[in-house]
């Protein structure tokens, strides 16, 4: 019983930047690591990034690295994606996970509980 709520998204151009935000409540005691996938449409689910819990580690997809920073608020329960340099190919929604053990981080079926998703749409 996890609930996430994601938000941020929203209509920019090129270059610009943006900052989404997953608060997550309910039985959060197992969760291990949170991260972010987006879908496009007509196109699969893919990673984006993802931060541990506690150690702080982070991982990103090769097309995101340089460009995206993920981080978390331990007391507030909070995870962020500051996502600067954005290109059309950005496009998408954008959803957040929870994720109870270490392997497979760009797996999304090892996630656990979902957000809504939040669209994020890039213009040239």
């Known amino acids: 019983q996890v609930q996430l709520v994601d938000s941020g998204g929203g209509l920019v151009q090129a270059g610009d930047s943006l900052r989404l935000s997953c608060a997550a409540s309910?039985?959060?005691?197992?969760?291990?690591?949170m991260g972010w996938f987006r879908q496009a449409p007509g196109q699969e689910r893919e990673f984006v990034a993802a931060?541990?819990?506690?150690?702080?580690?982070?991982y990103y997809a090769d097309s995101v690295k340089g460009r995206f920073t993920i981080s978390r608020d331990n007391a507030k329960n909070t995870v962020y994606l500051q996502m600067n340099s954005l290109k059309p190919e950005d496009t998408a929604v954008y959803y957040c996970?929870?994720?109870?053990?270490?392997?497979?981080?760009?797996?999304?079926?090892?996630?656990?509980?979902w957000g809504q998703g939040t669209q994020v749409t890039v213009s040239s």
């Open positions: 309910g039985r959060t005691f197992s969760t291990y690591a």
């Open positions: 996970a929870t994720k109870r053990f270490p392997p497979f981080w760009g797996t999304s079926t090892e996630y656990d509980y």
């Open positions: 931060i541990s819990w506690s150690g702080g580690s982070t």
